[in-house]
């Protein structure tokens, strides 16, 4: 199974760290400030898990896959 990030919003801070760093452009800011991944764009590389301060992003197994 592949894995996706998923982003806990209770965590998120809107930075946008995450987005820059996402070289599959599967992450986006949403209007209330948080930051969503796009499951279907998503390549579990990790850099935003890796990057983020707050551990808001956590790669999980996608059953979808």
Do not use: F
Not at 10 to 38: D, E, F, L, N, R
Not at 41 to 52: A, D, F, M, P, V
Request: glycine share 8%.
């Amino acid at each position: 199974k592949h894995k996706t990030a998923k982003i806990d919003r209770t965590k998120c801070i809107g930075c946008g760290a995450c987005i820059s760093v996402c070289p599959a452009h599967a992450i986006q800011m949403m209007s209330g400030w948080y930051c969503v991944v796009q499951t279907q764009k998503c390549i579990g590389c990790g850099r935003c898990t890796e990057l983020c301060h707050r551990k808001a992003p956590q790669l999980q197994k996608d059953y979808n896959s």
